[in-house]
């Protein structure tokens, strides 16, 4: 009964027209009820009372509940005809009051605060409301002189209470109806804003990776354009120079698949930080190593050889490396002192971070453990390098990268 019930509500509100004409037609069938009830009453009770034509109750009746049809759509028409035939049929046709025309004036008022134009709404109410109260008043002080004053002033404020209810009430409904569709304009206003801004995210990244492609990929890819056409104009006169400038080209090559793999990679990598701001690198090892002294680790800096200039990626990688081993002597070694130490060799880039913390478990060699460690493994895996990292002999632990430079680092682009 209940699913039934439920299933019955859900079928008016999708169809409020067809439910607004079935109301209208019970009211007017409980109208035309009440009269005929009235009626009988009357011709029992006084045979002499002068009663209007039954045409005309009827008509009354029907132009008071039936217009109820049309209150969503015309809202403001259908309360001025109700309330001015419930006027006319009691003032002049001087029909019985059957009780359900109350009903069918607060239903008229009710819809014209709910649904009715806001240039109109309030003067067609206050008209309204006001020849209701007229009518009220003159059946009170005119018509039924004989009642006390008390009670006639305790019927008026009745009535007007009875009818600033639905007043109230549809302005009520109005306001809700208006906040929610204001709250539904917001939440698709925001839904637009959150996919512009998501347009914009996704170009500002293709613009960032264009931006590095650029920066890192082109400049090998153009210098090998360059070697290329050099070789292609000195190959028959003078081989030697134009093999000296396809192995630069060969280089050049295996560098650019080198730092492409490592931004594909970069890019395949979920979670990674990434600002636009530029990457750090090994020049950047001073203030790393002042940030470090400020965590509680006293850190000091040792660098052997002559520094040059490296790839952008294996700065970073180098530099991170370094950073993450600092990172992992501050919060697991318990140790006071830390050194990191830089060697540049004529073929490898070596960088070792020793921390003097007790004898803790290290990892297996080849089975590091730690997202901290997996990380410097990738890192080095990109330039072909070897990480070892474990505990020392004499206590702490130690972190020991070594990256191939120049053609050595070729190795790196069958991995």
Known sequence: MRDLVRRAFGVLRRHPVAADTALAIVLAAAALVGVAAIFDDIRTSDP????????VAVGAMLGISLPLAGRRRFPLAVAVTVVGVYLVSQSVLKVPEPGVTVLAGSLAIYSAAAHGHRRYRTLVLVLCVGGILAEVARQLFFVASEIRPLLQSFVLAYNVVILALPWVAGSVIRSLRESKR???????????????NARQAVFAERVRIARELHDVVAHHVSVMGVQ????????????????????SIEASSRQAVVELHRLLGFLRRAGEADDLAPQPGL???D????????????????????ARPLSPTLEVSAYRIIQEALTNARKHSGGANATVR?????????????????DRAGPAPGNE??????GMRERVNLHGGHL???PRPEGGFAVHASFPLGASASGATGR
């Open 369 to 374: 453990g730690g997202l901290g460690l997996i």
């Open 48 to 55: 002499a009372f002068n009663l209007p034509e039954p045409a």
């Open 182 to 196: 204001e709250l539904a304009d917001r939440a698709a206003e925001l839904q637009r804003e959150r996919e512009e």
């Open 228 to 247: 290329a056409g050099a070789a292609r104009r000195v190959m028959e006169r003078q081989p030697e120079m134009a093999a000296e400038a396809l192995s």
């Open 388 to 390: 070892r990292a474990g």
């Open 342 to 358: 830089v060697r540049y060799g004529p073929a490898t880039l070596e960088v070792e971070v020793l921390d003097d913390g007790p």
């Open 287 to 306: 203030d790393l190593v002042a940030s470090g002294d400020q965590g509680g680790l006293a850190v000091a800096l040792s660098v052997e050889g002559d």
């Open 283 to 285: 020049a950047q090892l």
